[in-house]
């Protein structure tokens, strides 16, 4: 019989933090809807480096609430998943620090940057967003035959965010060569999912689609997420 699947949750936890406390709710509702079995486990980033044994765990979910204690640690692990082909989630500032660790290792843009984290940044490609999101509610347009429109079965969606920076649109050409790929934007034609090509699953989503469980909801991305695990022994 299988074991549960074990994912890292890669932030700094705090019980303050609405989707700190909805994530492992969020996996639960998942894993039933799943049929697999999952245990979350935190992963302060100020743990995580280069040489981070990550063999005990089957997949890895980069959180909100950043900046990090440790922004190099989480994109170490955002790495490492990217690379290793470990099925990664990221939501919020896992999203933008998704971005960040595609363009500096895999683009060569080592100077890209949270201007959260470094207002001076020479090169700010995760920005604050033109209209502030902290609990809003929109309109998401996915991609035709993306992964992400393949979970939700349809095209179009309505999510809920907490946040106040996205992505640079000056910098959205980067993600129009290569395998990390737009799969989702607003109505304006922002970028609100990215998802890597030929991944067992690896994808990043402004929004917070934890935040449906907090109504006990499970959410179409969270459970392609937990199917995507491969669980052996």
Same mark, same amino acid.
């Given at each position: 019989?299988?074991?549960?699947?074990?994912?890292?949750?890669?932030?700094?936890?705090?019980?303050?933090?609405?989707?700190?406390?909805?994530?492992?709710?969020?996996?639960?509702?998942?894993?039933?809807?799943?049929?697999?079995?999952?245990?979350?486990?935190?992963?302060?980033?100020?743990?995580?480096?280069?040489?981070?044994?990550?063999?005990?765990?089957?997949?890895?979910?980069?959180?909100?609430?950043?900046?990090?204690?440790?922004?190099?640690?989480?994109?170490?692990?955002?790495?490492?998943?990217?690379?290793?082909?470990?099925?990664?989630?990221?939501?919020?500032?896992?999203?933008?620090?998704?971005?960040?660790?595609?363009?500096?290792?895999?683009?060569?843009?080592?100077?890209?940057?949270?201007?959260?984290?470094?207002?001076?940044?020479?090169?700010?490609?995760?920005?604050?967003?033109?209209?502030?999101?902290?609990?809003?509610?929109?309109?998401?347009? *996915?991609? +035709?035959?993306? !992964?992400?429109?393949?979970?939700? &079965? /349809? @095209?179009? =969606?309505?999510?809920?965010?907490?946040?106040?920076?996205? *992505?640079? +649109?000056?910098? !959205?050409?980067?993600?129009?060569? &290569? /395998? @990390?790929? =737009?799969?989702?934007?607003?109505?304006?034609?922002?970028?609100?999912?990215?998802?890597?090509?030929?991944?067992?699953?690896?994808?990043?989503?402004?929004?917070?689609?934890?935040?449906?469980?907090?109504?006990?909801?499970?959410?179409?991305?969270?459970?392609?997420?937990?199917?995507?695990?491969?669980?052996?022994?």
């Amino acid at each position: 019989m299988n074991r549960a699947a074990r994912i890292g949750l890669i932030g700094d936890y705090n019980e303050q933090v609405a989707a700190h406390i909805a994530i492992p709710q969020a996996l639960q509702l998942a894993s039933q809807a799943a049929g697999r079995k999952v245990v979350p486990v935190w992963l302060a980033t100020t743990s995580l480096g280069p040489q981070t044994d990550y063999s005990s765990l089957d997949g890895l979910w980069c959180v909100p609430a950043s900046p990090y204690a440790n922004m190099a640690g989480a994109l170490d692990a955002i790495r490492f998943a990217r690379e290793a082909n470990l099925p990664f989630f990221g939501t919020c500032g896992g999203f933008q620090h998704a971005l960040i660790e595609h363009a500096r290792n895999v683009l060569g843009e080592k100077e890209a940057d949270h201007a959260e984290s470094n207002p001076t940044a020479s090169f700010p490609l995760v920005s604050p967003l033109a209209c502030p999101l902290k609990g809003a509610t929109g309109r998401v347009l *996915l991609k +035709p035959h993306s !992964r992400a429109a393949s979970s939700y &079965g /349809r @095209l179009e =969606v309505e999510e809920t965010y907490n946040c106040n920076y996205g *992505l640079n +649109p000056q910098f !959205r050409s980067l993600l129009e060569h &290569g /395998r @990390l790929r =737009v799969a989702g934007w607003d109505e304006n034609q922002e970028v609100r999912i990215v998802e890597l090509d030929h991944h067992p699953f690896f994808m990043a989503t402004l929004f917070q689609p934890e935040r449906s469980a907090l109504k006990g909801s499970a959410h179409p991305l969270i459970i392609e997420f937990v199917r995507s695990l491969a669980v052996l022994g």
